[in-house]
């Protein structure tokens, strides 16, 4: 059973426009979530994150919005750039101690110049 | 800054072959962990440990083992790889509960790719 679910599988955007891209979860526990960029043939970079207590976390051109009721979070990029073209994991964490996280599938973004 | 490193880029391996894949991060984390990535399927968690000498089986733990003999060194042991272990695995460590912020922030290795034949 998929718990944190990033539904569609490829986004493409103008350069300069927004990119949305999209992660839902199914567990009521988890507490923070966090956004990874991967280039190919590296490994995941962290990107931004936000706790459960706040609806939104913005760093920069990157905001992450979430939505408790929903069990939706979004990552939005403003203006997207042709260097944001890459794999986003959405990730989320029901652990503190730990720092288990459970990671979605991942969206491929392409930012067209 | 945080440096997590991995043995190998690229590694080809026999079936039936023992595979070590080695992970060394330089920050005094606690918690280390051991994901393979596929395509469609992302990343899924095949061990973690948050202590020396400690692990924990993740979401796919089966045909893998683990060893934690120092902190800052963590090992995937394929003990009889197959073609279905084919994947890019990925070794990651986080700081734990000593403080800093984020606790969960997950700092990667860049990733070896292993291909059984």
């Known amino acids: 059973d998929q718990q944190v679910k990033q539904n569609s599988p490829s986004l493409s955007v103008q350069e300069g426009r927004i990119s949305i891209l999209n992660c839902d979860y199914t567990?009521?526990?988890?507490?923070?979530f966090l956004w990874y960029k991967k280039y190919p043939a590296e490994g995941p970079t962290f990107l931004i994150s936000i706790s459960s207590i706040k609806d939104k976390n913005e760093d920069g051109r990157f905001t992450v919005f979430l939505n408790k009721s929903a069990k939706h979070l979004s990552l939005h990029i403003v203006p997207s750039q042709p260097g944001d073209s890459a794999v986003y994991f959405c990730?989320?964490?029901?652990?503190?101690?730990?720092?288990?996280?459970?990671f979605g599938k991942g969206i491929t973004l392409s930012v067209r110049p | 800054d945080v440096k997590v490193t991995q043995s190998s880029r690229y590694l080809v391996k026999r079936t039936g072959e023992k595979v070590f894949l080695e992970c060394v991060q330089d920050m005094d984390h606690e918690n280390m962990f051991w994901y393979r990535q596929d395509p469609g399927l992302g990343l899924r968690l095949i061990y973690f440990?948050?202590?020396?000498?400690?692990?924990e089986k993740g979401d796919i733990p089966e045909g893998y083992s683990v060893s934690r003999e120092k902190k800052e060194r963590f090992s995937l042991i394929l003990e009889s790889a197959s073609t279905n272990q084919t994947s890019m695995y990925l070794c990651?460590?986080?700081?734990?509960?000593?403080?800093?912020?984020?606790?969960?922030?997950?700092?990667f290795g860049p990733g070896t790719r292993l291909t059984v034949t």
């Open positions: 567990n009521s526990m988890f507490d923070y």
């Open positions: 440990s948050y202590d020396v000498k400690m692990k």
């Open positions: 990730a989320a964490s029901a652990d503190l101690f730990l720092g288990k996280l459970t």
């Open positions: 990651a460590s986080s700081l734990g509960t000593s403080g800093g912020a984020p606790l969960n922030e997950q700092y």
